[in-house]
T-cell receptor, first 116, second 113 residues
Framework: AQSVAQPEDQVNVAEGNPLTVKCTYSVSGNPYLFWYVQYPNRGLQFLLKYITGDNLVKGSYGFEAEFNKSQTSFHLKKPSALVSDSALYFCAVRDRESGGYQKVTFGTGTKLQVIP | NAGVTQTPKFRVLKTGQSMTLLCAQDMNHEYMYWYRQDPGMGLRLIHYSVGEGTTAKGEVPDGYNVSRLKKQNFLLGLESAAPSQTSVYFC????????????FGPGTRLTVT
């Protein structure tokens, strides 16, 4: 079984400050991990993913995420927040042992509010 | 490229009515997916397709049917709508199987009264 948790429903950060959106996961094997962003009335957009290799993954719009196997976490970060980063962020996980079943488990989402 | 498009954008149904949601992609992607998004629950996979003419059940398939007669289209049908199917429905596609990133459509907001 695979699951993902986003412990914060909302994160508020001042423009220009660093931001972190938290994600923890649970899989029986090793994970593939993803971050997606959803702007109001739009579909989800891919930000970045962890497959293997370097634990620090860089993605779109200056975002990055750090895979931490011991803490089973994949937190999303950005050094300097922009007002335009305000959106709903989803973490997702897929167990490498899932075989052909095409399922990614999404978290419940974290609303990021960047305050001018 | 239009990417992934969905029609209609909004729909209100009465209990027991039927409807079909259309998803189209112009990226020549093999894999297509239907999700529903409910408050506080994230996205849940309804059905998916790994290629033209194929479909498979996701985690919440009951009450829905799908068809993939053409590679670029993936249809989601509700034969007898129920209030529990009130949701926002998203279609997605990917070129290759997971963990390939998915491209999402703008969504269809369905209300069943």
């Amino acid at each position: 079984a695979q699951s993902v948790a986003q412990p914060e429903d909302q994160v508020n950060v001042a423009e220009g400050n660093p931001l972190t959106v938290k994600c923890t996961y649970s899989v029986s094997g090793n994970p593939y991990l993803f971050w997606y962003v959803q702007y109001p009335n739009r579909g989800l957009q891919f930000l970045l993913k962890y497959i293997t290799g370097d634990n620090l993954v860089k993605g779109s719009y200056g975002f990055e995420a750090e895979f931490n196997k011991s803490q089973t976490s994949f937190h999303l970060k950005k050094p300097s927040a922009l007002v335009s980063d305000s959106a709903l962020y989803f973490c997702a996980v897929r167990d490498r042992e899932s075989g052909g079943y095409q399922k990614v488990t999404f978290g419940t989402g974290t609303k990021l509010q960047v305050i001018p | 490229n239009a990417g992934v498009t969905q029609t209609p954008k909004f729909r209100v149904l009465k209990t027991g009515q039927s409807m079909t949601l259309l998803c189209a992609q112009d990226m020549n992607h093999e894999y297509m997916y239907w999700y529903r998004q409910d408050p506080g629950m994230g996205l849940r996979l309804i059905h998916y397709s790994v290629g033209e003419g194929t479909t498979a059940k996701g985690e919440v398939p009951d009450g829905y049917n799908v068809s993939r007669l053409k590679k670029q289209n993936f249809l989601l049908g509700l034969e007898s709508a129920a209030p529990s199917q009130t949701s926002v429905y998203f279609c997605a596609s990917s070129l290759r199987p997971l963990p390939e990133e998915q491209y999402f459509g703008p969504g269809t907001r369905l209300t069943v009264t």
